[in-house]
């Protein structure tokens, strides 16, 4: 079957082009094994109204963090000043996602050039390559490598920040971190969604101090509406506030870090001068040229150590390259042939990305330059494997796509096997000068590596670590000895699929929208969806948002569960597709420029808002 397959989509032309790695390691997997379980769960659809505003929003993923920010902008401060002040409360109200012991990607527009700021984590300069492997050299299930030291990386988010700040931040450093300060140390109410994933959680009670925090004395979630209050991280503020990051990498919170993480079980490496000398990476932006509705775009996105830009923009270039119908929405419902096509090439591009995608500081990029996997006849070569029909195969097993090759020339890497990837929030900002971004930001799974950290015992509280080191390989090489590109060595970032967008008008260079999501390896195809939505069939921003989820990181194609008519389902395995209908639960936010000023839209399956005048 793999043989014909290959000589069935015009293999023999791309592999004459060198296009392709061969087809001999093509083989069939179950849908199931290339299914990923969900980031954090579903706990409800809200419909939204979706908001209009004049001079600034933003839209951020708890009303407490949105309004936040929102009031750092009425008093002046700029887009950069309002994601700090909403970053800072978020790591309190929605600490399952994101917080200070975590990193984030940030996308800048000052109103003349676009700038990525990487606070993405690191791996200690003792970590080894075979961490995630037992004794016996096979992965670690992956609950257990969560839930351990060896899974926390050195966090990125404040000095990030911090630096982000001195080059666009208007307000003090100071006023940036009150609202949360106050928050902290007053209380806030726990919502439904919170609350839902603390009861649900199997891990973060087995933590002694996030166990008192978080819940009750017979071990159940504190209940909707209590009132939480966190005296410990309005301490740890208090101290950034007057010490700038340095606090946190240095002096006695990264003592607390270092203990905690050196705690069984499966201490950590990460040491005092890991935190001390962590430094944030300004990043060129990865700016794409693309077409839609016959505008001229400029979408820029995160490059490497991020997979999300790139796959997303593979994405979206193979589907222009395709046969397709006239119509792409059926009754409000993207149509069975255009989700068909979207799927292969899902598959075509997360091939590309398990087999490329690293730290740029540790791996190179195919051909010289990551716009390689973007180049129009790279795209347009690739689109050429997919196909009105996928050829039968056994039941209930996928055929995954085959990596590219732009280079032309062998690859010295092996493909990355799957494995879960988790969490995320995100935050999208406009503010009156113009001034645009969006950051993605993240402890990886909910709750991180369910180890929280406090300074002093008594008070109650503090801040949960990250295990985003998860996020690199357990394996480190194949069984033929070749490296994984995406394999954990000291001082790395692990590959992500945070995909913070911004979008311009490429004639003008006006910015047009920000966007972006959590969803774990399901960002790529949230914010993909969002963007074919608005640009490609005129949706409004909320309307794309509501639209229901779907995207294939490998293997079958996911479509939310019930979200889509059986006659679609039915249409898709005619033509071969494996379907999997899990809930898909993202947090995409949306602000889009529009004639009356600025259109927002955050996701009905999350808790997020957009606030703004």
């Known amino acids: 079957m793999q043989s014909s397959h290959c000589v069935g989509v015009k293999a023999g032309a791309l592999l004459a082009l060198g296009l392709l790695h061969g087809c001999a390691s093509l083989s069939p997997a179950p849908a199931a094994s290339l299914l990923a379980e969900q980031p954090e769960a579903a706990s409800g659809f809200t419909s939204q109204k979706g908001s209009q505003h004049q001079r600034h929003a933003v839209a951020a993923a708890h009303p407490l963090a949105a309004e936040a920010g929102a009031q750092v902008l009425r008093e002046g401060g700029t887009a ?35 700038q990525a700021f990487d606070g993405r984590e690191t791996a200690p300069a003792a970590a080894l390559p075979q ?33 982000a700040h001195r080059q666009h931040g208007r307000l003090p450093w100071p006023r940036l971190l009150a609202p949360a300060i106050a928050l902290a140390e007053q209380g806030f109410a726990i919502g439904p969604r919170l609350h839902t994933l ?223 990837e988790y969490g995320t929030s995100h935050l999208s900002v406009v503010d009156s000068q113009g001034r645009m971004l969006a950051m993605t930001t993240s402890v990886e799974a909910a709750f991180g590596a369910r180890r929280m950290v406090t300074t002093d015992a008594s008070r109650p509280g503090g801040f949960l670590l990250n295990n985003q080191l998860t996020d690199f390989s357990f394996s480190p090489s194949d069984a033929q ?61 909320q309307q794309a948002v509501d639209l229901p989820n779907f995207g294939s990181l490998g293997g079958a194609l996911l479509l939310e569960e019930g979200r889509f008519p059986a006659a679609t389902q039915q249409a898709l395995r005619e033509r071969g597709q494996v379907l999997q209908t899990p809930p898909m639960t993202s947090g995409i936010q949306v602000i889009q420029r529009t004639p009356q000023g600025w259109a927002g839209a955050a996701d009905p399956r999350r808790e997020g808002v957009v606030r703004g005048d």
């Open 198 to 420: 603390l009861q649900a959680d199997p891990l973060l009670r087995q933590d002694a101090v996030a166990r008192r925090f978080f819940y009750d004395a017979q071990g159940q979630a504190w209940p909707v509406g209590h009132v939480l209050r966190n005296p410990e991280y309005a301490h740890v503020l208090r101290q950034l506030a007057q010490q700038g990051s340095r606090a946190m990498h240095e002096g006695p919170v990264a003592q607390a870090m270092v203990e905690r993480i050196a705690q069984a079980p499966r201490p950590g490496v990460l040491g005092l001068a890991d935190l001390r000398d962590y430094q944030p990476r300004e990043r060129e932006a990865l700016c794409v040229n693309h077409t839609a509705a016959a505008r001229p775009l400029r979408i820029c996105g995160f490059g490497p150590p991020s997979s999300g830009h790139l796959a997303v923009m593979q994405i979206l270039g193979m589907l222009e390259h395709t046969q397709r119908q006239a119509v792409d929405l059926v009754q409000d419902l993207p149509s069975a042939d255009w989700l068909h096509r979207y799927a292969q090439a899902s598959r075509l591009a997360f091939a590309d990305r398990a087999l490329y995608v690293a730290d740029p500081d540790f791996v190179t990029a195919p051909a010289g330059s990551w716009l390689s996997l973007l180049a129009p006849d790279y795209l347009r070569a690739r689109s050429q494997l997919i196909s009105p029909l996928i050829s039968p195969r056994a039941p209930d097993t996928v055929l995954p796509g085959q990596p590219g090759n732009p280079a032309h020339k062998p690859w010295a890497y092996a493909p990355m096997p799957f494995q879960p």
């Open 80 to 114: 950069l000043d309002a994601a700090i002040a909403a970053q800072m409360v978020l790591g309190l109200v929605e600490p399952q996602s994101s917080g200070i012991g975590g990193g984030a990607f940030l996308l800048h527009f000052d109103g003349q050039k676009v």
């Open 481 to 541: 000895g070749r490296p994984v590109a995406n394999r954990l060595e000291p001082g790395k970032r692990p590959r992500s699929s945070m995909s913070p967008t911004l979008v311009f008008d490429a004639a003008t260079g006006q910015a047009l929208m920000s966007l972006g999501s959590p969803g774990g390896p399901l960002i790529i195809h949230f914010t993909a969806k969002t963007l074919w939505a608005t640009l490609h069939q005129g949706l409004s921003p």
């Open 131 to 163: 961490a995630f492997l037992d004794d016996q050299g096979r992965p670690l299930p992956f609950a257990e490598a969560v839930a351990s030291g060896q899974s926390v990386g050195v966090p990125g988010v404040v000095r990030m920040l911090e630096a």
